[in-house]
């Protein structure tokens, strides 16, 4: 016990690691806010960059900068309607209405609380309960999946705001674009056309930068001349009245959060777009519409995010699996380094645990200093005049897809969604549906044909799979249940 | 620090001054591009961010690392035959490419660039659950041929390595298997750990650490003598001795630039690649998982190529799952 508390306190008792923390932390959001900038990517190259480092220096940078960057995403969403990461997508759905409204300050004040306390009860669960959670994550099979994602693509009728007919539309042009490139498993060219450049899909972000960031600026045209609204920055710490109203949903889609992150085929993106649908569901009477700015939907998908990073490092230490992609980059550093990760992790080095979740609670704690540090700086973004605004807009759009993969093909497509998703948006099209549709599509088709290809694609087997098993019964009869919900016959079951 | 920012500064100061024709004597004058055909994480790129760093003090110079994933590689590779022949592109690649024209992915392979090292080999094991009821390679073979297609094997999609050992073992037996496929090693242990599948032929380097610590099984590693790191693991000859032919075999990783690069400087890259590889501490890393030095360049490295690329192809061949012929892209029988 004594030696778990003397790993866990490493990182805040010697000053050098406290100020890697920091330093990873403060750089991480500002990589996140970037959109194109991954946390994965900064990751990636700090491997090279701590080549030489001690392992506790380098975990700690990592550790900094995957919290920062989870949280930074939010930044951008709500201030410019371009979320900076995948898993901020669910953040702009209100975040930004807010900051229209002139509450961009208290938007982020909100959603910095409400992070941090998603992240604490992430690494509570990754402390109290790892082994337990791996074990569970493991009895996941390929068909569970597919009916999460399933479960995940009946989320448009959350997503939708006023048509349904075009959320279904834009969630299936998602999925389209999404299957776009190499087929998984027969290594065939799908909608490539022959282009080499293409066998590797559209990157999903590529999507996402296009639909919010460009469009939104493309469509900020048409307002050339009205006046931005004044922010109020008074007010930008929440209240604890305020926090507290929040905290029961914050617990909840936290732990949706920490589940849905510490499953490794699925990571935060998809965890906060379950919390938002959670959110809405839940939330019978928001003191403001879903969509125009509530600040449930703000709470849900930032608390739930930010509790998928403790939920990814659950399967990386327990097994040696990775959570997401960027833990999968940290299991790399550490093979790197000289560590051996795998199922004996935990029992020969358990300093590494105990130091990554010491590292992970000051992460978080220097998130809340980072996170309230320059708000009203922020806010004032919004308040900048449009002739500004626009161009930054799409310099950062540009520079920002450019630093995927270094190359001009994904500026071209960033480009290309930009214009689509103007024309989308003045058709009353929403663009949640789409990025839905290009995160769930792909996972949906890997996912079914591995459950196929399991009962030797045999319909009847899988049919049966799906109801035999107790996970996957429960699954099914949620998404059923979801569907009927929907649908005329619940309507004549309660008017019986 | 200063030293060093001080004699680079020289070094481009004389450079432009002199500014003749791409010389090695003053090569590399600027950072070089590595492009890694695999992402952040993986086996290749791991191997890669372990490399660097010893080639970059031979060289004198600073090499940045860039992923590029996607399509088997294909685009990874596509990019640096895209860029300039001047030396300051260089592909960190593992052994697809050897596959791509048999799979019909690429018409391109390493014979289109110029090999400067070929880094070394990792090795396979066929691993299964703890809990399998299968405890040997023959119960595993023996079960298939019992229930011909209802074994479920993790693969990784045509052309992965699952599907080429698969492809070799239907060479000299028949393993009528389910192919379930995912993304890579990763998912597929996890899916195994869950017992989703029945068996995976992995790369030893994914696969050691669970079966040491007794999640998995290791029921076969592919060589003809067991291993020192996992010596309790059989070799697949004491099962199917006719596999025999086929081995040495195993997945690997080479550095290549493209071939009208001057030849000065692919003898400099050379050099500094080889001194990067016969480093002690990249050594011990190799070993420790699961993998061998090769450190092969020039015509050893062609010829090592042009091996495995015969072996691999005609294993696939006999097996049925190649596209095209290699009769046809003239990849002579081994």
């Known amino acids: 016990m004594g030696d778990t508390l003397s790993y866990f306190l490493m990182a805040w008792s010697d000053p050098w690691l406290l100020g890697l923390v920091a330093t990873g932390t403060f750089a991480g959001i500002y990589i996140g806010a970037i959109p194109g900038l991954s946390v994965t990517m900064a990751v990636s190259i700090l491997i090279s960059f701590t080549f030489a480092w001690d392992i506790n220096n380098a975990l700690a940078l990592m550790v900094g900068v995957f919290c920062g960057g989870v949280y930074g995403g939010s930044r951008t969403a709500i201030l410019l309607n371009i979320p900076g990461a995948p898993s901020a997508v669910a953040t702009a759905f209100d975040g930004y209405p807010l900051a229209q409204r002139g509450e961009a300050g208290q938007a982020i004040g909100l959603s910095t609380v409400m992070s941090v306390i998603g992240g604490m009860i992430g690494i509570a669960i990754l402390a109290a309960s790892a082994p337990v959670l791996s074990d569970m994550a493991l009895q996941f099979a390929p068909r569970d999946y597919f009916l999460i994602a399933a479960l995940g693509l009946l989320l448009v009728g959350s997503l939708a705001a006023e048509s349904l007919a075009r959320g279904i539309f834009a969630a299936a042009l998602g999925g389209i674009i999404g299957m776009i490139g190499m087929d998984p498993v027969t290594a065939q060219g799908r909608f490539t056309f022959g282009s080499v450049d293409l066998l590797g899909g559209v990157h999903y972000v590529i999507v996402m930068i296009g639909l919010f960031g460009v469009a939104e600026a493309l469509f900020q045209l048409h307002q050339l001349d009205t006046t931005p609204v004044r922010q109020k920055v008074d007010k930008i710490i929440p209240s604890l009245h305020l926090v507290l109203r929040f905290l029961p949903l914050s617990l909840r889609t936290s732990i949706i959060g920490v589940i849905i992150g510490a499953l490794p085929g699925t990571g935060g993106d998809i965890a906060a777009l379950f919390a938002y649908d959670h959110a809405k569901r839940t939330t019978k009477t928001p003191k403001v519409p879903f969509g125009e700015g509530a600040y449930e939907g703000l709470v849900a998908p930032e608390s739930a995010n930010n509790a998928a990073v403790g939920g990814a490092f659950v399967p990386m230490l327990t097994l040696g699996m990775p959570g997401d992609a960027v833990t999968a980059v940290i299991i790399g550093a550490m093979v790197v380094h000289g560590l051996n990760p795998g199922p004996m992790l935990m029992i020969e080095t358990p300093h590494i645990f105990w130091f990554i979740v010491g590292a992970l609670v000051l992460a978080n704690i220097c998130l809340l200093v980072f996170g309230l540090m320059g708000i009203k700086l922020f806010a004032r973004v919004v308040e900048l005049p449009r002739a500004i605004l626009i161009p930054l807009i799409l310099v950062l759009c540009v520079v920002g897809s450019y630093s995927i993969n270094g190359s001009m093909t994904e500026v071209f497509w960033m480009l290309g969604f930009g214009l689509l998703g103007y024309f989308m948006k003045i058709f009353g099209f929403q663009m949640g549906p789409v990025i839905l549709g290009v995160i769930l599509g792909p996972l949906m088709d890997k996912t079914y044909r591995q459950a196929m290809a399991s009962v030797g694609d045999s319909s009847s087997a899988f049919l049966m799979d799906l109801v035999t098993h107790p996970l996957s019964l429960i699954l099914t009869a949620v998404v059923v249940l979801l569907l009927l919900s929907h649908t005329p016959v619940k309507r004549l079951w309660t008017r019986r | ?334």
Do not use: C
Not at chain 2, 158 to 163: D, K
Not at chain 2, 175 to 187: E, H, K, S
Not at chain 2, 267 to 288: C, E, H, M, P, W
């Open chain 2, 1 to 334: 620090m200063l030293k060093a920012l001080l004699a680079t500064l020289t070094l481009s100061a004389g450079a432009t001054l002199l500014a003749g024709p791409i010389q090695a004597a003053d090569y590399p004058q600027r950072n070089i591009e590595g492009i890694i055909q695999w992402g952040a994480g993986g086996a290749t790129d791991n191997v890669a961010r372990s490399l660097t760093p010893h080639v970059e003090e031979a060289l004198n110079g600073k090499i940045i690392l860039n992923n590029r994933p996607g399509g088997t590689g294909v685009i990874g590779m596509n990019t640096v035959m895209h860029k300039p022949a001047n030396g300051y592109t260089v592909l960190y690649g593992a052994e697809n490419p050897q596959l791509y024209p048999v799979m019909g992915l690429a018409d391109f392979d390493y014979s289109d660039m110029t090999p400067i090292n070929v880094i070394g080999q990792g090795m396979v094991v066929i691993a299964v659950p703890a809990d399998s009821p299968y405890n040997t390679m023959d119960d595993l073979l023996k079960a298939a041929h019992d229930k011909p297609g209802e074994l479920r094997m993790g693969g990784t999609g045509a052309g992965g390595l699952p599907s080429t050992v698969l492809a070799m073992i239907n060479s000299v037996d028949t393993l009528d298997v389910r192919n379930v496929t995912f993304g890579g090693d990763g998912p597929g242990i996890t899916a195994m750990l869950g017992d989703h599948i029945d068996f995976m032929p992995l790369s030893l380097a994914a696969a050691q650490e669970q079966i040491k610590a007794g999640r998995l099984k290791g029921l076969a590693v592919l060589s003809k003598e067991r291993l020192d790191v996992l010596p309790e693991v059989p070799t697949i000859t004491e099962s199917l001795p006719d596999i025999g032919s086929y081995l040495p075999w195993g997945p690997f990783w080479a550095v290549a630039v493209r071939k009208d690069t001057p030849d000065d400087i692919k003898a400099t890259l050379s050099k500094a690649y080889q001194t990067g590889v016969a480093n002690k501490d990249f050594q011990s890393f190799i070993k420790r998982n699961g993998a061998e030095t090769l450190n092969l360049t020039g015509q050893e490295a062609v010829d090592f190529l042009n091996h495995w690329q015969s072996v691999t192809a005609w294993a696939m061949q006999s097996a049925g799952t190649a596209r095209v012929s290699p009769e046809k892209l003239s990849i002579p029988k081994p």
